[in-house]
Structure formats: structure tokens, C-alpha cells
């Protein structure tokens, strides 16, 4: 299972990024994707997730600036970030997840560096 970030980089303020995700290795449609991001020192955070059916969640601090997407037969999913402010660089993580009826079954990704400097 392969899950590979991409997009990350070095914005202004004010500008905007687009992450991608593309996984290989499961059945990408069966599975609830999301974008968790970290910086040093503080614990891995819940930024956006969709499930199967496209119902996208937000995490307060990014309501009506982030948005996630899915293409099920691109097998991505996909994080379009505007407004960015200097408080979102992080490492951004890709995050599948199936769901079974006892368990559950998780996979990350290697994480792309987005960095919000003037």
C-alpha cells in the first residue's frame, strides 16, 4: 500500500496550494481518505476527511478556506488550501482508512512540507 503526497511548498500569505494523494494498493473507493498535518513539537492534528459517499468534514481552523476532494478513478484524493495563513505550515499526511465491522485498518502517507512565509 502506497499512499504518495504531493503539492507542498513555500507560499505567501494569502495564497493558495493544492495537495494530491494518490494511493495504490486498495481499493481506493472502499476507503474514508484525510489530510492530518503536523508541526515539531505538537501532536499530528485532523485537518479535512471524506468519506465513501464525498461528505467532507473540516476542522474548525480551516472551515471555509480548505476543501477537500475525491476522484475514485484517479484514485486521489485531494486538499485545495486557500487563504493560508502563516499558522497552517506543517507536514501534511494523506490518510486512508476501511472500516470493518469490528475493526478498522489504516495506512499513512510520507507527508509533504507546506510553508506559509513572506
Known amino acids: 500500500v502506497q499512499l504518495q503526497a504531493s503539492g507542498g511548498g513555500l507560499v505567501q500569505p494569502g495564497g493558495s496550494l493544492r495537495l494530491s494523494c494518490t494511493a495504490s494498493?486498495?481499493?481506493?473507493?472502499?476507503?474514508?481518505m484525510a489530510w492530518h498535518r503536523q508541526v515539531p513539537g505538537k501532536q499530528r492534528e485532523l485537518v479535512a476527511s471524506?468519506?465513501?459517499?464525498?461528505?467532507?468534514n473540516y476542522a474548525d481552523f480551516v472551515k471555509g478556506r480548505f476543501t477537500i476532494s475525491r476522484d475514485n478513478a484517479k484514485n486521489t484524493v485531494y486538499l485545495q488550501m486557500n487563504s493560508l495563513e502563516p499558522e497552517d505550515t506543517a507536514v501534511y499526511y494523506c490518510?486512508?482508512?476501511?472500516?470493518?465491522?469490528?475493526?478498522?485498518?489504516?495506512?499513512w502517507g510520507q507527508g509533504t512540507l507546506v510553508t506559509v512565509s513572506s
Open positions: 490518510y486512508a482508512q476501511k472500516n470493518y465491522l469490528r475493526s478498522t485498518r489504516d495506512y
Open positions: 494498493g486498495i481499493i481506493f473507493g472502499f476507503h474514508v
Open positions: 471524506i468519506t465513501v459517499g464525498g461528505s467532507a
